[in-house]
């Protein structure tokens, strides 16, 4: 009998624990489904024909309006792990200055470059303190007198 309670302790245990392994998924933006993307037509449909059969963009163009972007990213997440980019979709549509589709591209995240960002700081010109030199710098250039006459 003990044992019988023993092992039922056990997978209490064991199945209270798994699903504290289980990621937490989340899911950020929109980006159609094929089904939806399928239904559109290079040279044929308009902004508004878009618009209408795949919902508004997720972003435009920066410089100029000439392409819409849905972009849907799914990430995971582990107690104490870094998030983990598991999924991201990116659907293009491009429009010709009559604001016809002009191409339409689907990218994943196997399409994707890691970028590597140069952070260009300004050099600061004098000298570099140390910690102990910056909290020991100010000892013995104070006058007791001028701190109680504040």
């Known amino acids: 009998m003990m044992k019988r309670a023993a092992v039922l302790v056990l ?8 699903p504290g392994c ?7 933006g929109y980006a159609p489904d094929q089904s ?23 972003g435009s ?8 972007y849905y972009v ?15 999924d991201r979709r990116v659907v293009a549509v491009e429009f010709d200055k009559n604001d016809v589709v002009s191409a339409l591209n689907v990218y994943g995240l196997e399409d994707g470059r890691v970028i590597d960002l140069q952070t260009r700081t300004t050099p600061t010109y004098g000298r570099k303190l140390t910690i102990l030199q910056q ?6 250039k ?9």
């Open 36 to 58: 939806l993307l399928d239904e559109i037509s290079i040279g044929q449909d308009t902004r508004g024909s878009v618009r209408r059969k795949i919902g508004r963009p997720s």
């Open 135 to 140: 909290l020991l710098g100010n000892l013995g």
């Open 72 to 86: 849907s990213t799914t990430i995971e997440r582990y107690t104490y792990h870094a998030p983990k980019v598991t």
């Open 11 to 18: 997978a209490a245990m064991l199945g209270t624990g798994l």
């Open 142 to 150: 104070f006058n007791s007198d001028e701190l109680v006459n504040q």
């Open 61 to 68: 163009g920066v410089f100029n309006d000439d392409g819409w």
């Open 22 to 28: 289980a990621p937490v998924v989340e899911t950020h």
